[in-house]
């Protein structure tokens, strides 16, 4: 890591001797020759890159682990704010170096370091090097010996420095750069999916009216079939919130779910596999939801993605879950199409009156249950 132990004033000063000798020579009638310029640049350099590395190469005091403690995000966020000052500083010295001493052999060195602590002041929350540093990238971008890939390394790498940086200002600042950034990204690089799948991480996370416009947006860029089948349907997902949900799941033994037939009861819709992490965690979750608010008016549906039923019913019988399952598997994916699922689990919740409401229940499941039931 970075430190700065010693003043944030330092002048790089020559030694004792080198100052008489020039004080010396200027009341002399002759000038230095220019061995002897050379020598005291030299030493000049030497002093000003060792001061340099010292600051580079101290190590900041970490934040230590305290018995019964546990740190505050103000303690985090100013011990940060402290790393992100004197890595700023130490990019600042190294640029003072190569621009001092362009012709030195720590000259490229320099302007590594510069570069690379540019960097970690940025991400740790220096905003105020973001400008700078998309300069310097960009001037790095111009080498004709950069290929795309390198290229795009380097953009990729701004790019979430300049992100990270804006976590302490929130999670809307920091959608606000990463949304930039990447159509920037998309852009510049339309050969490559990684603009186009940020935007798209991001178009599943937002809001209806916000992850219809990304989602659209995608579209207008790109060719790939099962993108622009996600996004489809992440717009009609946006445009079924907020109004009455037609919905019906035809079932193995013949019954059919109808959201019609629902009306009067909050129905909460769990789209999920038993891939991944969080599938058992998320069917134990949901079924303490039913067990709980079923009495007052819950009900709950399962829209299953496994490719094999087996998978499925395996956890649904551990669990012992009684609440209805609607089998969709992948090589067909008609409900996963349709309303663009791609993050597994998720939870929605259509009210009484069969109007979905909720796009992502599971942030606080509780609270949104009881405020729909108490309708």
Not at 181 to 207: E, S, V, W
Request: neutral net charge; charged residues 25%.
């Amino acid at each position: 890591m970075i430190s700065l132990l010693l003043p944030r004033n330092l002048i790089f000063q020559t030694p004792l001797r080198l100052m008489l000798s020039v004080l010396f020579v200027s009341f002399c009638p002759r000038s230095l020759h220019a061995a002897d310029t050379n020598a005291v640049a030299g030493s000049a350099a030497d002093q000003a890159w060792k001061a340099l590395q010292h600051l580079r190469e101290t190590p900041p005091e970490p934040l230590k682990e305290i018995p019964d403690h546990m740190y505050s995000q103000k303690e985090i966020r100013d011990h940060y704010a402290m790393v992100a000052e004197e890595a700023a500083a130490v990019a600042d010295k190294a640029k003072q170096f190569y621009t001092q001493y362009p012709d030195n052999p720590h000259a490229v060195t320099a302007r590594d370091i510069y570069f690379n602590s540019l960097h970690t002041a940025v991400e740790m929350s220096s905003t105020n090097k973001i400008a700078e540093l998309q300069a310097v990238t960009e001037e790095r971008l111009k080498d004709p010996k950069l290929d795309e890939a390198a290229r795009l390394k380097l953009s990729l790498r701004l790019l979430h420095s300049a992100v990270s940086g804006r976590q302490y200002e929130g999670n809307e600042a920091m959608r606000a750069e990463l949304e930039k950034r990447a159509r920037q990204l998309a852009r510049d690089y339309p050969g490559h999916p990684d603009g186009l799948n940020f935007m798209l991480n991001m178009a599943r996370a937002a809001a209806p009216e916000k992850s219809a416009a990304l989602a659209r947006e995608i579209l207008a860029g790109t060719g790939d079939v099962k993108i622009r089948d996600e996004c489809q349907g992440l717009i009609h997902r946006a445009e079924a919130s907020g109004r009455p949900m037609a919905l019906k799941l035809p079932l193995a033994d013949g019954t059919v779910l109808d959201l019609d037939q629902m009306r009067g009861s909050v129905v909460c819709l769990l789209f999920w596999d038993s891939q991944g992490k969080f599938p058992a965690k998320a069917l134990y979750a949901v079924n303490g939801l039913y067990k709980t608010y079923h009495p007052q008016g819950l009900e709950i549906w399962g829209l299953n993605f496994d490719e094999k039923k087996e998978a499925a019913d395996r956890l649904l019988k551990e669990y012992k879950i009684a609440w209805p399952q609607y089998f969709d598997p992948a090589a067909g994916g008609k409900i996963k199409r349709q309303f663009g699922v791609s993050t597994l689990p998720m939870l929605w919740l259509v009210d009484k009156k069969g109007v979905l409401r909720e796009l992502k229940v599971e942030r606080e499941p509780d609270a949104l249950i009881k405020k729909y039931l108490g309708e």
